[in-house]
């Protein structure tokens, strides 16, 4: 049987719904910015179309991200509160997750890395989101040992999909922005990759949170 029959008909249904509108956004961005960029569009007819562009603020794809970074968190309070009761010794664990993804869903719309290039003019925000990155590797390896092997393989791909994106790409396009380069087609096709990989960890993330069954659940050792 494959991972996405396991799941219950309705977890099926949210995680494929998803994907499918994250898709359709990517796809959407991509679209209008040819057409802005190709000259298609208008100055004057952007502001009918901004809320297409993933890199804004006030766009469809910053709700989605929102959303689902927030259903993201749910789930892992809701698995954390499952685990204290079960006397699993790692739920601690999950309450930190969830924590950090209600935080990072809270981010979303409110920008705070952003405000961190403000303050830190001198750093970019993603060296701490590195650094970051790295201590909580170190600090969840035993945590992630301890998951099944199928749900260890989907956190890693889904970490790996969405620190690449919100970390990676976006300092390997720190370029456009010191070459004052952010208006052009090129560093707006990087925001989709960004971006789509981004909503892409977070949805295996969810996926791999509603396979995880209480029964799954392995001691701490």
């Not at 719904?17 to 208008?42: N, T």
């Not at 809701?78 to 009761?85: E, G, L, Q, Y």
């Not at 999950?94 to 209600?102: E, K, S, Y």
């Amino acid at each position: 049987m494959s991972p996405l029959a396991q799941l219950a008909s309705d977890d099926q249904k949210r995680v494929r719904m998803l994907a499918l509108i994250a898709a359709g956004l990517a796809v959407a961005h991509v679209i209008v910015m040819f057409l802005y960029y190709r000259e298609y569009i208008g100055y004057e007819d952007w502001v009918h179309v901004a809320f297409f562009d993933l890199d804004e603020e006030e766009s469809f794809g910053t709700w989605l991200s929102a959303v689902m970074l927030l259903y993201a968190g749910r789930l892992l309070l809701r698995r954390a509160r499952s685990a204290r009761s079960q006397d699993d010794p790692w739920y601690r664990w999950w309450f930190v997750l969830a924590i950090g993804f209600h935080f990072l869903s809270i981010d979303e719309v409110v920008g705070m890395h952003e405000y961190l290039n403000t303050v830190v003019e001198s750093t970019r925000w993603t060296t701490f989101g590195a650094a970051i990155v790295a201590v909580l590797a170190i600090a969840y390896f035993h945590f992630l040992r301890a998951l099944p092997s199928k749900i260890r393989v989907l956190f890693i791909v889904a970490a790996v999909l969405y620190v690449g994106g919100a970390v990676g790409v976006e300092r390997a396009t720190d370029w456009y922005d010191v070459h004052n380069q952010l208006d052009t087609l090129a560093y707006n096709l990087w925001t989709a990759v960004e971006e789509t990989m981004e909503m892409a960890g977070v949805i295996v993330f969810i996926y791999a949170l509603l396979l995880l069954k209480p029964e799954q659940k392995k001691k701490k050792s």
